[in-house]
């Protein structure tokens, strides 16, 4: 996932370790860029024809299966919400990728050369750091069961009220409270999120337990927590 939003990218397609059990917070790269940056990606989507009525292309013969894209792109204060499928093959040549106007190819186009921002616009890409997350969202579930052979941390959630009062039920899971945590909270919380694994197990101040699963929530984006007003 790559979002551009008030002079930065944050990626998410970071490389996570191949070992079990995983951090349990996975955050995504930042790097500054430019106006100039933020101009020629803008008029490289009007150049392909990406900036009109058009929403969907997939051109209507998406196979069973096959992964779509999705672009959100907020030019001159206009929402361009588009789908289509980013595997198609397209020419590409140097730093450009050519596809007909307006067609499937052409959200390929746009979509391969968002991949290679270096090799397009990398003068105006300043250098790759952590981001530095302002909304994560926290899924609370039921806790993990230790595992043969595995050493399974326990950690104390930083927040008063208890487990059963934070956040909001989520659908589907029995049990889970899901809570959006920005601010002071985030700043409490990030670094035993940062410090724990798949299997960390947490316990609030009732000594009720507890698994997570985190997000970082980027700028723009809705919480799956449904919690935010």
């Known amino acids: 996932m790559l979002t551009i939003d008030d002079g930065t990218v944050i990626d998410g397609n970071v490389a996570v370790p191949a070992i079990y059990p995983g951090p349990l917070m996975i955050v995504p790269f930042s790097r500054t860029i430019s106006d100039a940056g933020i101009a020629a990606i ?12 058009t929403t969907d292309f997939t051109g209507g013969s998406a196979m069973p299966g096959s992964r779509s894209g999705h672009l959100l792109l907020v030019v001159g204060g206009v929402t361009y919400d588009l789908t289509g499928n980013p595997e198609l093959i397209v020419r590409c040549g140097g730093a450009r990728c050519d596809a007909e106007v ?54 104390a959630w930083p927040l008063d009220p208890p487990f059963a ?31 724990a694994n798949q299997l960390t197990v947490f316990n609030d101040a009732v000594d009720t337990f507890k698994s997570a699963l985190t997000m970082v929530v980027v700028p723009g984006a809705d919480s799956p927590c449904h919690d935010e007003t």
């Open 102 to 155: 307006g067609s499937p190819e052409a959200f390929a186009a746009f979509w391969q050369q968002l991949t290679i921002l270096d090799g397009w616009i990398g003068a105006d890409l300043g250098p790759i750091g952590q981001y530095e997350p302002e909304r994560v969202a926290v899924l609370l579930t039921a806790p993990a069961q230790p595992e043969p052979g595995l050493e399974q941390q326990l950690a």
């Open 42 to 53: 803008v008029d490289e989507a009007r150049r392909l024809g990406l900036l009109g009525e």
């Open 165 to 195: 009062e934070t956040g909001v039920g989520f659908p589907g899971v029995a049990g889970a409270r899901c809570v959006t945590l920005s601010g002071e909270d985030l700043e409490a919380v990030l670094p035993v999120l940062m410090g």
